[in-house]
């Protein structure tokens, strides 16, 4: 099956700092979703980007499925961004399993 | 409110004692699925369904069962827990999984402890 391997696994950053965060996968996929799990252990999707580039506010993020790879910026981080990010991706089958990343953990101290 | 609702969620249970986790999802979702989530070892997907009457496996069925009869509701049966399925689940739903359509929203989450 795919393997999906996650960027940092832990990062720590000042309030204000920009911060990239990468996700890589072994096979092609047309599904590849970006979360954040908040303190209190919500989900929430972030980006449905199974190729290309989409912005909302000072998150960003840019898939190149050719190269096998995704990334998510986060410009100016506030300490509401505190929390894991998993990227998550579905074969090019469409079977509807979804793999998830081991996410990485981000910590913005202000 | 659009939303995806999983209840209880919070349960203590003893091994083997059939419980039920239910799921339902007010979007006219078609696609639906539950996760688990375990320290270290992220989230794994146990089943998964396309639509009513159609579900699948995922990485993690062994111990679950799941059933959907309605499009609006997607349960989780453990039919004689073990403490080794004491975790955090979740279930999410999406409109499909096609282009454009495949953003999953997620429910709340359900606590389990299997004593």
């Known amino acids: 099956g795919i393997q999906v391997e996650q960027s940092p696994p832990d990062l720590i950053l000042q309030e204000g700092a920009n911060s990239t965060l990468r996700c890589n996968f072994s096979?092609?996929?047309?599904?590849l979703q970006w979360f954040h799990q908040n303190p209190w252990g919500q989900l929430i999707n972030l980006f449905y980007?199974?190729?290309g580039t989409k912005q909302n506010g000072r998150l960003s993020a840019t898939t190149v499925a050719t190269e096998r790879y995704s990334l998510l910026y986060i410009s100016s981080s506030q300490t509401t961004d505190s929390g894991v990010y998993f990227c998550a991706v579905g074969g090019s089958s469409n079977t509807g399993k979804l793999i998830f990343g081991q996410g990485t953990t981000l910590q913005v101290k202000p | 409110e659009a939303q995806v609702t999983q209840n209880p969620r919070y349960l203590i249970t003893v091994t083997g004692k059939k419980l039920t986790v239910t799921c339902s999802q007010n979007m006219n979702h078609e696609y639906m699925s539950w996760y688990r989530q375990d320290p270290g070892l992220g989230l794994r997907q146990i089943y998964y369904s396309m639509n009513v009457e159609v579900t699948d496996k995922g990485d993690v069925p062994e111990g679950y069962k799941v059933s959907r009869k309605e499009k609006r509701n997607f349960p989780l049966i453990l039919e004689s827990p073990s403490p080794n399925q004491t975790s955090l689940y979740f279930c999410?739903?999406?409109?499909?999984?096609?282009?454009?359509?495949?953003?999953?929203?997620f429910g709340p989450g359900t606590r389990l402890l299997v004593l």
């Open positions: 999410a739903s999406s409109l499909s999984l096609g282009a454009g359509r495949g953003t999953q929203y």
């Open positions: 980007i199974p190729s």
């Open positions: 096979d092609s996929v047309n599904n």
